[in-house]
């Protein structure tokens, strides 16, 4: 029987110290902006400047679907953040349900929810500290705040209910 060494049969060959190794190729083509920051043109796309050496074009980037979320989110009003978090925590909860039950449903929309409210309540927050709320005033607030809520189905069982 022939044996065959671990390092003859792998892809990556281990190389001495102080010898970089070959960076991989991969298929992948995408944009490259060498480094330099997008600038905003309007709300949703991004300016990204080419490197010299490809010409003088500038091509249009959609924006992250995160900071357009935050900029929707930064839009809203105190209120319609709360009323937004209470919807959603409802939709979360329904979810809970569907998958307790075995029914079908998104495993993404979890995760998907979770970080929008977080965004949400970051947000939130936010405008707390530049209004001088320390932190412990702000966790009494928002202990009446929850006290506060009215029990309401979430949007998806309101619509499911008028039709």
């Given at each position: 029987m022939a044996t065959m060494s671990?390092?003859?049969?792998?892809?990556?060959?281990s190389t001495p110290r102080g010898v970089a190794a070959p960076a991989?190729?991969?298929?992948?083509i995408g944009l490259r902006t060498a480094g330099v920051p997008a600038t905003r043109l309007f709300?949703?796309?991004?300016?990204?400047?080419?490197?010299a050496g490809r010409g003088a074009a500038v091509s249009l980037?959609?924006?992250?679907?995160r900071e357009q979320e935050?900029?929707?989110?930064?839009?809203?009003?105190?209120?319609?953040?709360?009323?937004?978090?209470?919807?959603?925590?409802?939709?979360?909860?329904?979810?809970r349900l569907k998958r307790s039950a075995?029914?079908?449903?998104?495993?993404?929309?979890?995760?998907?929810m979770r970080k929008r409210i977080a965004r949400?309540?970051?947000?939130?927050?936010?405008?707390?500290?530049?209004?001088?709320?320390?932190?412990?005033l702000s966790r009494k607030l928002d202990r009446k705040w929850k006290q506060s809520i009215v029990v309401r189905p979430?949007?998806?069982?309101?619509?499911?209910?008028?039709?």
């Open positions: 671990l390092a003859a049969a792998s892809p990556l060959v991989p190729r991969t298929a992948f709300s949703g796309l991004a300016v990204a400047p080419q490197p980037v959609p924006m992250a679907k935050l900029e929707e989110i930064r839009t809203m009003s105190t209120e319609q953040l709360e009323e937004e978090v209470v919807d959603l925590k409802g939709e979360l909860f329904l979810l075995r029914q079908e449903f998104k495993n993404s929309e979890f995760s998907r949400m309540l970051t947000v939130k927050r936010e405008r707390e500290i530049e209004q001088g709320i320390n932190k412990r979430p949007p998806s069982m309101r619509e499911n209910k008028e039709e």
